[in-house]
Structures are given as structure tokens and as C-alpha cells.
């Protein structure tokens, strides 16, 4: 079975400042790992996805996550955070099993 | 080529009525996922078809949902007698394969189901 923290269900940033949101996860197999973005009334967004190659995972909009196995986290950041990245931000895990998600942080930048 | 789509983006039902959910995948997409996501929680799967057949539905609740994947056609979530703790954002998503972690996930924009 897997499952998914979020630690933080809001994280403030100013804009230029370091972005770092929170997801540990537990899997019984070696896990995928995954974040997605949702903008307001939209879909979510693939933003990264960790599948056992390299442990640090580059995304888009400048994400990047690294996958830690003995902490077993998967944090997402980003060296300077800009408007734009204002979004409900979910981490997710699948051992090949439909995918499980955390509950969401939401990241407010500040101008 | 067209993104995942949902029809209605809003659907608003009384209780007791039935509420029809549709979700056309990306082209060449034959997975389609639904799952749900209720106000402050993150999304709950709920099912996984492939043309034709209910691949897993260990999500579904018990009794007034079903869904289907037809030949032809969107997929369909449908609520029927429908409760106000159905009021949730529901979204589907397609991928060209079966498995989550090696093929991604396209969402839909999501429906609103809201009761009254």
C-alpha cells in the first residue's frame, strides 16, 4: 500500500525567495513519485516524476525534486519563486497501483 | 492535439436526482481514470477503465455510482440519488497505458458537482 504527507497545507513565500514544499511517502514497492500543480478551477498539472533513474528530478517552471529513499521524501523546490507559481501543489506516489495523492499545499508568493 | 475534456465544467443537482459525468480522453488514449476531490483533500481515485471494461474500482463507493468506458463514445461517471456529501470537483484523467508510473496522467479541467 502507499500513502502520501504534505507537510504544511499553506506555505507563504515573498517572490525571489527559495520555495521548498514537503511530501514524504510510504510504499511497500519501490515507488514512482510524482507532483502536480492545479491553478484555480483548472486540472492538475505534471509539474516532475521521479521512476528510479537519476534521484534528482528536473521539472518545469524551474521545479526541481530529489528523491530521497532513507528519508523517504520527495521534496519539490525552487531557487526563487516568481507570481506565477501561486497554485495548489499535490505530491503522489504509485507502485504501478493507481495513483495516491496528498492532501495539497497551497503556495501563496507575496509580492 | 485536444487536451482531455469534461463536459459539464458545473453541474448543479437537487438531491435524489442523477447526475452524468462525461470525459472524452486525449486522442489515442484508451485508460481513463476518474477520481474525486473534496474541498481541503487532495484527489481520491476512484476508477480505472480501458475501452470496454472496469479495469480496478476499489475506489467506487458501494452503491450509486457506476461508470463506463463504451466502445464508442466518452467515458460516463454516473451518480445516481445523488446526496449533498456528493458535492466534490470530480476530474478524469487518460493515458496511453496502464501503468501510473510509467505513463502519465492528462487531466480533464474537472466537473463541479454541487447539491442542493
Known amino acids: 500500500a502507499q500513502s502520501v504527507t504534505q507537510l504544511g497545507s499553506h506555505v507563504s513565500v515573498s517572490e525571489g525567495a527559495l520555495v521548498l514544499l514537503r511530501c514524504n511517502y510510504s510504499?511497500?514497492?519501490?515507488?514512482?513519485l510524482f507532483w502536480y500543480v492545479q491553478y484555480p478551477n483548472q486540472g492538475l498539472q505534471l509539474l516532475l516524476k521521479?521512476?528510479?533513474?537519476?534521484?534528482l528530478v528536473k521539472g518545469i517552471n524551474g521545479f526541481e525534486a530529489e528523491f530521497k529513499k532513507s528519508e523517504t521524501s520527495f521534496h519539490l523546490t525552487k531557487p526563487s519563486a516568481h507570481m506565477r507559481d501561486a497554485a495548489e501543489y499535490f505530491c503522489?506516489?504509485?507502485?504501478?497501483?493507481?495513483?495516491?495523492f496528498g492532501k495539497g499545499t497551497r503556495l501563496s508568493v507575496i509580492a | 492535439n485536444a487536451g482531455v475534456m469534461q463536459n459539464p465544467r458545473h453541474l448543479v443537482r437537487r438531491r435524489g436526482q442523477e447526475a452524468r459525468l462525461r470525459c472524452s480522453p486525449m486522442?489515442?488514449?484508451?485508460?481513463v481514470y476518474w477520481y474525486r476531490q473534496l474541498p481541503e483533500e487532495g484527489l481520491k481515485f476512484m476508477v480505472y477503465?480501458?475501452?470496454?471494461?472496469?479495469?480496478?474500482e476499489s475506489g467506487m463507493p458501494k452503491e450509486r455510482f457506476s461508470a463506463e468506458f463504451p466502445k464508442e463514445g466518452p467515458s460516463i461517471l454516473r451518480i445516481q440519488q445523488v446526496v449533498r456529501g456528493d458535492s466534490a470537483a470530480y476530474f478524469c484523467?487518460?493515458?496511453?497505458?496502464?501503468?501510473?508510473?510509467?505513463?502519465?496522467?492528462?487531466f480533464g479541467p474537472g466537473t463541479r458537482l454541487t447539491v442542493t
Open positions: 484523467a487518460s493515458s496511453p497505458g496502464g501503468l501510473a508510473g510509467v505513463y502519465e496522467q492528462y
Open positions: 510504499s511497500s514497492v519501490p515507488p514512482y
Open positions: 521521479y521512476t528510479s533513474a537519476a534521484t
Open positions: 503522489a506516489v504509485s507502485g504501478n497501483t493507481p495513483l495516491v
Open positions: 486522442k489515442g488514449h484508451s485508460h
Open positions: 477503465l480501458q475501452k470496454e471494461n472496469i479495469i480496478d
